[in-house]
């Protein structure tokens, strides 16, 4: 019997471990301390933070990363909301001192422009050959 | 002719597989990135000087001749590893050097100086790093070359090593 509850409880555990997988672990590095009392200030703050890369993680955004360069621009970014800053002058702000690199999602410029259309240029080069492809062999 | 439009797929596989190669030959750090301040002039600030009773004014320390600005720190490992270069810059080469002592602690600076040499003429205390962001600054060291009217012209990120020593040199020819 005990043994049997053993194996229950084993088997339950390893479901419960399986199923954590499917949903993602959100870590956040904000610290409770830099948390604005007005709420909807600090949802923009979290929305702007989300878009800004940590320069020195690189591929995390500032809101996720625990760097203290990310801190000090989360609190950075906080006070301007606070001063009445809006985001566009918050996201000038950024840009002018770490360039667009700063912005995890690039601006559509001409410098950017490949990088925006050739995904879309490829599709269709992609549509066009699986259409040749099966006129090709529709004949056999 | 619908034969010859299947080589597409390879010329192209094969032009990208070039250019892979060429970014991976070229002499290229990918995490170093351009500086936002590049060709702009040198960010305003006011804050307490290490060396001197005065003031550090930005307007009035930039903009006479061509100098080094020089973030550094004394818990920064490759700071320490740099120093023996940024002492060159001062001693050998006669270039103005100005420290911008990042998020740090005024008496160990003192002690580290003392240990290591003090190449910088004036010494900026960024306590809390605004300073550093107003430069763009994201990993110290960091290092920008300023010309005579206060102008950024370079900036490096990292430790100075043998390599960036002549090509800072070799920039600072070019802009005099």
Redesign the interface.
Known sequence: MVNKNFLFNKIFASIIICIIQFFPINVYGVDPDEILKNEKQELRARNISENIRC??C?NQSIDESNA??AK??RV?IRNQIKEGKNNEEIYKFL?????D?ILLKPPLKFNTLALWILPFIFFIIGVF?VF?HNK?SEKF | MKKQLLIIPLIFFLSILLIFFYLLIIDRNPSELPSALLNKKVPKFETMSLLEEEKFISSKVFGNKIQLVNFFATWCKPCRDEHDYIKRFSNEEGIDVIGVNYKDNEQKVLAWLKELGNPYSNIAIDKNGRIAIDWGVYGIPETFIINSKGIIKYRHVGPITQKIYKKINLIINEIE
Request: hydrophobic share 40%.
């Open positions: 320069m020195i690189q203290p360069l000090d621009l950075l840009t002018d001192r770490y360039g690199f050959f040749y090709k």
